[in-house]
């Protein structure tokens, strides 16, 4: 499974957009790219996942360059319950949800 | 649907003891996912179930763990016996892998394990 590098935290405010990238430089051709959320004390969400160009949903949007070899993760006007650690995870769409966590992005979002 | 259920929710437990982790999956989800987080490791997959067969089991840190699938809508996680670096959260998932769909694993809510 690809591996994928993403900083280990940053800081935002209310309102704000707030972009976090995620590199996985070693994609494979069957892979897509799947973004997780976790809240303190409790288990990963699903937010978003995409294979190329864009992907928007009710919560995020994800950006895919051509190359693949990167992705952003675009969190538009947060608040702060947004506050929480972000996944990138790069693997086949359709292998049973094998999920390998990387560190994760802690996001603190203040007032 | 309830979601992914897990119980207990919290379970402190000494040093040696057996310590047996339940989790129910949502109905109708054909695969099932143990994972372990701690501070120092992060969030670590354990093992994966497929239709109640054990898939992968290579993140079984060691013997002294087992998990067991008997039914479609059971699994447990079995530590015996336990040590204080088990101490961590222990997550289970499902899944509906389907052709050519989007897999979402949905977590419960975990489990909270400490072994003085």
């Known amino acids: 499974l690809a591996k994928t590098t993403q900083p280990i935290s940053m800081d935002s405010y209310e309102g704000q957009e707030v972009n976090i990238t995620c590199s996985h430089n070693n994609i494979a051709t069957n892979d897509y790219i799947t973004w997780y959320q976790q809240f303190p004390s409790q288990g990963p969400r699903f937010i978003i996942q995409g294979y190329k160009t864009k992907v928007t949903n009710e919560v995020a949007s994800l950006f895919i360059p051509a190359d693949r070899k990167s992705s952003t993760l675009s969190l538009p006007r947060v608040s702060l319950s947004d506050t929480a650690v972000y996944y990138c995870l790069v693997g086949e769409r359709n292998q049973g949800g094998k999920l390998i966590f990387g560190q994760g992005t802690e996001l603190s979002v203040k007032p | 649907d309830a979601g992914v259920i897990q119980s207990p929710r919290h379970e402190v437990t000494e040093m040696g003891q057996e310590v047996t982790l339940r989790c129910k999956p949502i109905s109708g989800h054909n695969s099932l996912f143990w994972y372990r987080q701690t501070m120092m490791r992060g969030l670590e997959l354990l093992i994966y179930?497929?239709?109640?067969?054990?898939?992968?089991d290579s993140g079984m840190p060691e013997d002294r763990f087992s998990a067991k699938m008997p039914n479609a809508s059971f699994s447990t996680l079995k530590i015996q016996p336990s040590e204080p670096r088990d101490s961590a959260v222990y997550f289970c998932?499902?899944?509906?892998?389907?052709?050519?769909?989007?897999?979402?694993?949905?977590f419960g809510q975990g489990t909270r394990l400490t072994v003085v």
């Open positions: 998932a499902s899944s509906l892998a389907a052709p050519g769909g989007r897999t979402e694993a949905f």
């Open positions: 179930f497929n239709n109640n067969v054990p898939i992968d």
